[in-house]
T-cell receptor, first 109, second 116 residues
Framework: RKEVEQDPGPFNVPEGATVAFNCTYSNSASQSFFWYRQDCRKEPKLLMSVYSSGNEDGRFTAQLNRASQYISLLIRDSKLSDSATYLCVVTPGTYKYIFGTGTRLKVLA | DVKVTQSSRYLVKRTGEKVFLECVQDMDHENMFWYRQDPGLGLRLIYFSYDVKMKEKGDIPEGYSVSREKKERFSLILESASTNQTSMYLC???????????????FGPGTRLTVL
């Protein structure tokens, strides 16, 4: 089993739709969690950290479920500019960042 | 804004050449990392450094070495480039962990290396 798993997609959604991605992780000792966004042929950029209590940033909501060992990202009112690959990152130890292979989102006009 | 820069966006080298990839960060971060990213495999850690002159092997260090002589600069060296080292190379930096939390990584723009 991979340490971090994501559905590769692509998720094709119309503009204005709500879309959600999950990311499962295997190491229950993991402490920090992040979602990154990566555009084609560009570097990953931090979208948001994921806190135990869940957190929201505009149209984006991240949740952590420690019991089931997954994190989620919800995007409301999708924009064309949201089209990208979304990477989840889990840190099972100091200096150790495990990246998922990413979920590709395409928002269609 | 955190800024991480890499010396080249695109690089073409021949098999057997020695290749240097440079990374500089301007946020006084202690930690620096080198990853490679390949389709379907995601980001894989090559080496990281948590202090000047300190280095630790990541998951795929074979064929690579690193150098960290100054805090802001972390270099990746391919001693003798091979075609299977054709990849996107990403440098990242972060602050040290605080308690149980590991801090966010910030990435450079990447170097797309082709080895012929």
């Amino acid at each position: 089993r991979k340490e971090v798993e994501q559905d590769p997609g692509p998720f094709n959604v119309p503009e204005g739709a709500t879309v959600a991605f999950n990311c499962t992780y295997s190491n229950s000792a993991s402490q920090s969690f992040f979602w990154y966004r990566q555009d084609c042929r560009k570097e990953p950029k931090l979208l948001m950290s994921v806190y135990s209590s869940g957190n929201e940033d505009g149209r984006f909501t991240a949740q952590l479920n420690r019991a089931s060992q997954y994190i989620s990202l919800l995007i409301r009112d999708s924009k064309l500019s949201d089209s990208a690959t979304y990477l989840c990152v889990v840190t099972p130890g100091t200096y150790k960042y495990i990246f998922g292979t990413g979920t590709r989102l395409k928002v269609l006009a | 804004d955190v800024k991480v820069t890499q010396s080249s966006r695109y690089l073409v080298k021949r098999t057997g050449e020695k290749v240097f990839l440079e990374c500089v960060q301007d946020m006084d971060h202690e930690n620096m990392f080198w990853y490679r990213q390949d389709p379907g495999l995601g980001l894989r850690l090559i080496y990281f450094s948590y202090d000047v002159k300190m280095k630790e092997k990541g998951d795929i260090p074979e064929g690579y070495s690193v150098s960290r002589e100054k805090k802001e600069r972390f270099s990746l060296i391919l001693e003798s480039a091979s075609t299977n080292q054709t990849s996107m190379y990403l440098c990242a930096s972060s602050s040290p962990p605080s308690g149980a939390s590991t801090d966010t990584q910030y990435f450079g723009p990447g170097t797309r290396l082709t080895v012929l």
